[in-house]
């Protein structure tokens, strides 16, 4: 049964509150897919710490994450959700791929050269090598799906790469996964220059919408989004501010473009701005109501974590099982 249904796999770094870029992008995705794959997702904390995170803040939020997944709707009967840095095979397994992984490649990231320039002070080797963990992840599981957000398209290439790599000299040991990119919501923009991606560790919180934000604060961040000097609501090149709250508001209205051109007709962004914020307040609200419920009880994410934990070792240690016998180490 296991081995026949196909697999999904996808992680969130624990760096900080998830923003609606990672919602849109990414989990809620992955909320309409776990009814037909065997889902597995993880909270990626040996990620997060490639830039430097306070360990307590990154405790803290690796238990936010975890909930936010349930509260957002990853049920944890049907898909598996654990914490990557309890189950070792990750790290086990970047290494052997980090032996197929070329530094020429790997230089070619652009997250790699984005987060070389913005923490130029801490340009570390996991830093570099953070798509070869990130392919571990993925192969461990034998994935055929990975849903991610547009930043990740490069990343999953590589992964692809390396893997047909391996396979080529090892003989078959992966499957090559396919990436599960949305359309409208794969690249969701700052509120402050929508020309760069939404992030959850922008140093400027007016630039993100937190799933916890109250109403007030989703109401504020929309009002001062960027947006151009024209005045009509309206789909258009080089209205890159307009566009990314058109796509917001259609995620969480489920509106067509005509249909949201339509409704402000004559109206001017104002009137818009305010519209945006309050369906992205009333489509998190339910989100930060599980939320706060789920971050009362730490014994039950961590039953969570421990389920999840065992049933993804299990299936991990099966892949690294088979990677090492292939490359040649004495298997005891
Ligand atoms: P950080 O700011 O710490 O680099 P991030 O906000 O970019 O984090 P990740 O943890 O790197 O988030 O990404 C988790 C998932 O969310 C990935 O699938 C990614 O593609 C998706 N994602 C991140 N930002 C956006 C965005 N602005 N729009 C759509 N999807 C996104
Ligand atoms: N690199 C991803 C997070 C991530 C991931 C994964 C996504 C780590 N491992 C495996 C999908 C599959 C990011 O969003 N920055």
């Not at 624990?14 to 993880?42: E, H, K, M």
């Not at 959700?81 to 791929?97: G, I, M, R, T, Y």
């Not at 790699?112 to 992840?137: C, E, Q």
Request: proline content about 3%.
């Amino acid at each position: 049964m296991e081995n026949q249904q196909k697999v999904i796999f996808s992680g969130v770094q624990p760096s900080g509150i998830l923003t609606i870029g990672n919602y849109l992008g990414a989990i809620r995705n992955w909320v309409g897919l776990q009814d037909d794959y065997r889902s597995i997702f993880c909270v990626v904390d040996m990620h997060a710490i490639t830039v430097r995170q306070t360990p307590a803040d990154l405790r803290r939020r690796t238990y936010e994450t975890l909930a936010i997944y349930i509260a957002a709707g990853i049920d944890p009967a049907r898909s598996t959700l654990f914490v990557q840095s309890h189950v070792p095979c990750h790290a086990e397994l970047a290494w052997v791929l980090n032996c197929s992984a070329m530094f020429g490649e790997l230089s070619r990231m652009t997250q790699f050269k984005d987060k070389s320039a913005k923490h130029a002070d801490n340009i570390n080797a996991g830093l570099f090598t953070y798509p070869v963990l990130m392919a571990a992840d993925i192969l461990l599981y034998q994935a055929d799906l990975v849903p991610v957000g547009q930043d990740q398209r490069q990343h999953l290439e590589l992964c692809r790469d390396i893997a047909n790599r391996f396979n080529g000299v090892y003989g078959e040991t992966f499957r090559i996964p396919d990436g599960y990119i949305p359309t409208g919501s794969a690249k969701i923009a700052s509120l402050n220059d929508p020309t760069k991606k939404m992030s959850k560790s922008d140093e400027n919180v007016n630039a993100f919408i937190s799933l916890l934000d109250d109403r007030d604060t989703v109401l504020r961040k929309c009002k001062r989004a960027v947006t151009d000097s024209d005045s009509e609501v309206r789909r258009a090149e080089g209205k890159d501010g307009i566009n990314n709250l058109m796509n917001i508001y259609a995620c969480f209205t489920g509106k067509s473009d005509a249909e949201i051109e339509r409704e402000f007709e004559g109206q001017g962004y104002g009137v818009f701005k305010t519209a945006v914020g309050e369906a992205v307040a009333d489509g998190l609200a339910p989100i930060q109501n599980e939320f706060a419920r789920l971050m009362q009880d730490k014994a039950y994410l961590e039953s969570i974590m421990r389920e999840g934990a065992e049933t993804a070792f299990r299936i991990a240690r099966k892949t690294l099982s088979k990677v090492y016998r292939k490359v040649g180490f004495v298997g005891l």
